[in-house]
């Protein structure tokens, strides 16, 4: 049985205080529920966090790595540093590392496997642009986005892979795929998946949405049936919010 999920990527928000506060307020606000939680706050305050949920069912991940194990690589952070602070889970692929910091696929099917080498879960982003989505590309970009990073992984690293589809056009923009837009990129991305590996294997891989989700429209799109959570960016900085986004992934 795949996982529900929600995730909360912080981007770049929050000082250490209001990462502690926040923190506090989602630990009290917090409603019990099946669905796996994930918080990304920033490096600098990613041990504290770690500490500070560890008597809850909130898991810590990091928002990005560095795909080399270690050396002259000044402003970034390894694998296994995020490790041994009790980080477990990284994100890879945000369409903002893509964006502004250059990340390409190439680039992205080496973090990935230097995550997955070093134990560590991933949750690959991918997503087209507004510009592919009008010329129609987007399920042809969507389809070499996953081949380009990811398929030359074998099955079982499949285990610790969640997805996650962001169209760039929805993200921070108030604009959200429709629930059936969001379906129907599921579905191909588990048709894609089956065809490159297996339908089993395609079945058991959570994918999440992302893009202006809110709790207006959470409930909707997480009841699509290859939806299996959200990746939430601007909501999951209120407690009150992203508890509520969590209590709709039913
Ligand atoms: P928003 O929810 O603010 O649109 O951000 C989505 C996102 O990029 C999560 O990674």
């Known amino acids: 049985m795949r996982k529900k999920i929600v995730a909360g990527n912080w981007k770049m928000n929050k000082t250490a205080s209001e990462t502690t506060e926040l923190i506090d307020a989602l630990k009290n606000q917090l409603s019990p529920s099946d669905v796996e939680v994930m918080i990304a706050p920033t490096f600098v305050n990613l041990q504290a ?5 560890s008597d809850s069912h909130i898991e810590v991940i990091a ?4 795909q080399a194990q270690s050396g002259a690589y000044t402003g970034e952070i390894a694998a296994d540093m995020l490790k041994d602070i009790g980080v477990q889970t990284v994100i890879i692929g945000h369409s903002e590392r ?3 910091f250059g990340e390409t696929d190439a680039i992205l099917a080496e973090k990935t496997k230097a995550a997955l080498d070093n134990g560590l879960r991933v949750v ?3 997503g087209e642009e507004l510009a592919d989505r009008q010329s129609e590309k987007h399920f042809e970009l969507v389809a070499s986005q996953l081949k380009n990073a990811l398929f030359a992984l074998p099955s079982s690293d499949w285990n610790n892979i969640v997805l996650a589809y962001e169209p760039v056009w929805a993200i921070g923009t108030g604009e959200t795929a429709s ?5 129907e990129m599921h579905a191909f991305i588990r ?3 089956a065809a490159a590996y297996d ?3 395609a079945q058991e891989v959570s994918i999440l949405y992302g893009g202006s989700v809110k709790p207006a429209n959470a409930e909707e799109i997480f009841g699509k049936a290859d939806v299996d959570g959200g990746l939430i960016g601007g909501a ?15």
Not at 179 to 183: D, G, L, N, T, V
């Open 49 to 53: 966090a770690v500490k500070q949920t």
């Open 63 to 66: 928002q990005n790595m560095h």
């Open 98 to 100: 893509r964006a502004y």
């Open 124 to 126: 690959f982003c991918f």
């Open 179 to 183: 629930p059936e837009q969001a379906q």
């Open 191 to 193: 048709t894609t998946l």
């Open 199 to 201: 339908d089993a294997l």
């Open 236 to 250: 999951a900085l209120n407690a009150a919010d992203f508890n509520a986004i969590i209590v709709a992934n039913k």
